[in-house]
């Protein structure tokens, strides 16, 4: 990301590419199922478990299995046409197609709050004004999960070949402890692996982690990237590292962000 801007936006044009690499992605990547195994590992830990909430649900890979878990679900997804899967897919679920920025959930809270890859999407500048509205929507005991690509790892050195690759995310972790307490916070780092024999696979998952269609004319680039670095016995391998941010609302906690 060059860097993760509020400005990044997919248009209609570019929506269905999108969609059709997010679902390679999610063929491709061991990745949700990691996420699933960590958020599993949170969610035995809650004192409750009747409402989640999801924002940027995507397409819903993480959204779906976690509600099964759950009482009810809401999700908060900006983008029409995936906000729109889910009412035919989950009519139970209360959905909500604005931005996170934007949306009023008034007093409702949750015990359960997932940010799996969204923040790249919002300025850097808002990290901490989000994560506290996100943190006043959590119940006594609740949990936040914030998830996202590490600057370290295959991955970042992929983005860093071609454009560059520094989200803050240490910075995040250091002013959530000093605003929640580090009892209050905990981090993990995990690593996924993506894995196609097709080199064609593995140039559309390029193009969708780099997050921007203009990398479409870098192609052939992005192919011999991947023919060069990450060649295996019988197709290409690369491993992406991510950290998993977890954020209790310890009850009594009142810190700046309580609503
Ligand atoms: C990379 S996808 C992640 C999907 C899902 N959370 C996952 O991990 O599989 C990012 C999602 O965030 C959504 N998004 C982007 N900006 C957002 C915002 N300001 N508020 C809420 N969601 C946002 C996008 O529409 C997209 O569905």
């Avoid at 989950?90 to 799996?116: A, R, T, V």
Wanted: glycine residues 6%.
């Amino acid at each position: 990301m060059d860097p993760p801007s509020p400005d990044i936006h997919i248009d209609a044009a570019d929506d269905a590419e999108y969609q059709r690499q997010l679902s390679l992605f999610s063929k491709c990547s061991t990745e949700k199922g990691i996420e699933l195994i960590k958020t599993g590992m949170v969610i035995e830990t809650l004192p409750r478990r009747e409402r989640f909430l999801d924002i940027g649900a995507g397409g819903g890979h993480l959204t779906i299995p976690i509600a099964q878990q759950f009482e009810m679900t809401t999700i908060v997804e900006p983008n029409p046409r995936q906000a729109e899967i889910f009412k035919r897919r989950c009519p139970d679920f209360q959905i909500y197609n604005d931005s996170w920025m934007d949306i009023d959930l008034g007093d409702e809270h949750f015990d359960l709050i997932l940010c799996s890859h969204v923040l790249y999407y919002i300025s850097e500048g808002s990290w901490m004004q989000t994560v506290e509205k996100m943190y006043r929507h959590l119940s006594p005991g609740g949990c936040l999960i914030i998830v996202m690509q590490s600057p370290l790892g295959e991955v970042a050195d992929f983005f860093n070949n071609f454009t560059t690759y520094d989200v803050p995310i240490l910075d995040l972790a250091r002013d959530v402890i000093t605003l929640y307490g580090d009892d209050a916070v905990l981090l993990q780092y995990f690593q996924n692996e993506i894995y196609s024999e097709s080199l064609d696979d593995v140039v559309e998952i390029g193009l969708f982690l780099l997050l921007d269609q203009k990398f479409i004319d870098r192609k052939s680039e992005i192919a011999e990237y991947f023919r060069k670095h990450h060649t295996v016995n019988c197709g290409y391998l690369i491993r992406q590292d991510e950290i998993l941010l977890v954020i209790r609302k310890l009850p009594g906690h009142i810190g700046t962000a309580e609503g």
